[in-house]
Structures are given as structure tokens and as C-alpha cells.
């Protein structure tokens, strides 16, 4: 195996073996807490722009399964296990997860202690990386690290977006029912589970890019709106802000993820980075009104500052248990609500499923 290093802005360096493609992958370093999962982090638009390390020592070990992919390809800068299985046990799978690596241009990294880096993340917080596997030397990469773009203040979504509208038609498996509604769904780097839930609760699904005007999702006659989850920081996504803001009290409105954090924007409030993120299938949400506790899955790196809202009867009706940062919001008199982490899972808990439901009863029933 070929050396590779993971360099942090720093100073801080993990010495390892090549993993995937050869070359070099600059993004914001952040670590996942789930135990699987693996094909649907790599294919999820939202880790646009980040370095990804697993926590879970053991990454492969049930190889790339045809249908598992959250979207049409894979979108994150690196990937950093402690080991990538050489061996396989999945009568579903087709190859092994390091050549999957290679042929979709991903630049990873195996062999260091993931411990120690998940560590380092808690304590001192997201940082700036490079993952390289041909420029070994660290002075060389710190030089190319300080040049290479961070993710605040860029706007990640205009390069996972959908290029033209398209409709969605498949569900969950075994739950295909005649559509009742029609939804259009604001294409931030949506994944394929959100589209199958939708399809689920009985929704005719078009999705658009992110692009489009409130004038252009108007004129297709929607029963409701969803804006979908997506990657980095949501204050440049200015477009879609503004597209939500012109939509507010026209139509029933679903946020999820970056989704939610548009609609606070767009609600007249404020977005904030998070010291380390929220990645993984484990975080404790509580509902503020009926007091139960679902095991959700999240990534994300940016909050909805509740507190700079300003609209009239917008509230807080989720938080993390872990830290007391903001799940969700809601503003009945305006027919919209979101929440900060992912109902569909994919990977992950399915505690919060009945969200999609209630954005269907919101439209009618």
C-alpha cells in the first residue's frame, strides 16, 4: 500500500495508507458517529466540501450495494476510516468499498487512529484539512491548505443542484398508493430517500434546481413546497432564501436540514457555525410539545440562532439533548415548519418518519 497523509490546518498530521484514488482533497474536517451507512454518506450531497472520518473502526465490511447511493454520484472532498475491510459479506453487494473509491475519484486515507482525530475535532473544533496520497511533504501541503477555499461563505449548493426539473416516482419499497399531492421540491442536494418518503405519502413529486423563482414554482401549481437538505453554509444561498421568503403563506412549507435553515433565514433570522457539527445516526432530539425523544440522523454544520427570528408566531418546537442547539421551528399562521436533522435517514434511525405525514396532512390530508 502507498502512503497518504491527513494534514490539519493547525499543524496536527495523521501519517496512513493510500485508500481510493491517488491525488489530493482539500475540505473542512468532520467525523460521523454512525456504525453504518458508509454508501449513503459518500453519496449525500450534503458533505459537499468536507473531509468525512468514520468513527466506526471497520468501514467495507458489507461492500457497495447497487440501490444504496443517495444521489447520482459522490460529492465529499476526502474520506478517513481507521480500516477499510479487504473482505466483504453481503449477498447484495456487487464490489469492494476501496475500488468503488477509486473509480468515483474519492481520495481516502486508512490506518490512523480515528480516536485521536474525532478527539481532536470535539475538543478544538472543525478544522481546515487536506488528505493527500502523492505530496507527502507536510510544509508543502500547509502551503496548499492556506490557499485552498474554506466552506463558510461559499455557496455549495449551486454545484449539487439538479440542472433541469424532473419528476420522482419511486417510494419506499412496498408502499406505492395513488398520489393525492402535488409537490415541488427545491433541489439543494436532495437525497433519493427524501424523494421515496414523498412518493410514500402519496405526493406527486417534481423536483427543480435550486435556481428556481417563486414565480416559476407558483405556475406549477403545488399542493406544498419542500427545500431539501444540502451542504455547507446557507447564508450564500441567497437565491433560495429569497425564493422561500417570496413563498411564505402561499403554500404549505417542508425544511429539512439546510432546508430548515433557509427557512430561518428567510424568517428574518440569523445562521451561526457550530463548533464541530452534527454528523452521525445517534443525536437525541426532544419534541418541545410532546416531550418524546427521537434518535435521529444529522449532518450539519450550521444553527438557526431562534433568538434573531422576528416573525410573529415562529417558535422552537425541537432541540438536541446533546447540546440544546435548535431541531426545529414551525409558524402555523404561515403553514411551514423544519427541523435541522433528516426524517428519511438513510443511514440511520427511522424514529422521525411520521414528519412526512404531517407535511402531507398540512396539505389537505
Not at 132 to 152: E, F, H, N, Q, W
Request: some cysteine; charged content about 20%.
Amino acid at each position: 500500500m502507498s502512503k497518504a497523509i491527513l494534514l490539519l490546518e493547525d499543524g496536527t498530521f495523521f501519517e496512513g495508507e493510500a485508500l481510493g484514488a491517488e491525488g489530493e482533497a482539500f475540505g473542512e474536517v468532520v467525523f460521523n458517529t454512525s456504525l453504518t451507512g458508509y454508501q449513503e454518506v459518500l453519496t449525500d450531497p450534503s458533505y459537499r466540501g468536507q473531509i468525512v472520518s468514520m468513527t466506526y473502526p471497520l468501514i467495507g465490511n458489507y461492500g457497495i450495494v447497487p440501490g444504496d447511493s443517495e444521489s447520482r454520484g459522490t460529492w465529499l472532498s476526502g474520506f478517513v476510516v481507521r480500516e477499510a475491510s479487504r473482505v466483504r459479506s453481503n449477498w447484495r453487494s456487487t464490489e469492494d468499498l476501496g475500488p468503488w473509491l477509486s473509480k468515483n475519484g474519492v481520495v481516502g486515507i486508512q490506518g490512523i487512529d480515528t480516536r485521536a482525530l474525532a478527539r481532536r475535532l470535539r475538543i478544538k473544533g472543525s478544522a481546515h484539512g487536506v488528505v493527500s496520497s502523492t505530496d507527502l511533504d507536510r510544509s508543502s501541503l500547509a502551503g496548499k491548505l492556506a490557499m485552498a477555499p474554506r466552506i463558510v461563505g461559499r455557496n455549495l449548493v449551486r454545484e449539487v443542484t439538479c440542472a433541469r426539473p424532473y419528476q420522482w416516482t419511486e417510494p419506499v419499497a412496498g408502499t406505492a398508493r395513488e398520489p393525492r399531492h402535488r409537490v415541488v421540491v427545491l433541489d439543494c442536494g436532495v437525497k433519493h430517500a427524501i424523494l421515496r418518503h414523498l412518493v410514500s405519502a402519496r405526493c406527486s413529486v417534481t423536483v427543480v434546481p435550486a435556481g428556481a423563482t417563486a414565480e416559476e414554482i407558483l405556475a406549477m401549481k403545488p399542493d406544498g413546497l419542500l427545500i431539501s437538505n444540502g451542504p455547507g453554509d446557507p447564508e450564500p444561498v441567497t437565491e433560495v432564501v429569497e425564493t422561500a421568503r417570496s413563498l411564505l403563506g402561499k403554500l404549505p412549507i417542508f425544511g429539512i436540514c439546510l432546508g430548515h435553515q433557509v427557512l430561518g433565514l428567510a424568517l428574518g433570522g440569523r445562521t451561526y457555525k457550530l463548533k464541530f457539527g452534527h454528523h452521525g445516526g445517534n443525536h437525541p432530539v426532544k419534541d418541545l410539545d410532546t416531550g418524546r425523544i427521537a434518535i435521529t440522523s444529522q449532518n450539519h454544520g450550521f444553527n438557526v440562532d431562534m433568538d434573531s427570528l422576528r416573525v410573529k408566531g415562529t417558535r422552537m418546537t425541537h432541540v438536541n439533548l446533546y447540546d440544546g442547539t435548535a431541531e426545529g421551528l414551525e409558524n402555523r399562521d404561515l403553514a411551514l415548519f423544519g427541523v435541522q436533522y433528516h426524517p428519511e435517514a438513510a443511514p440511520g434511525p427511522h424514529d422521525s418518519s411520521g414528519l412526512f405525514a404531517r407535511f402531507a396532512a398540512m396539505m389537505g390530508g
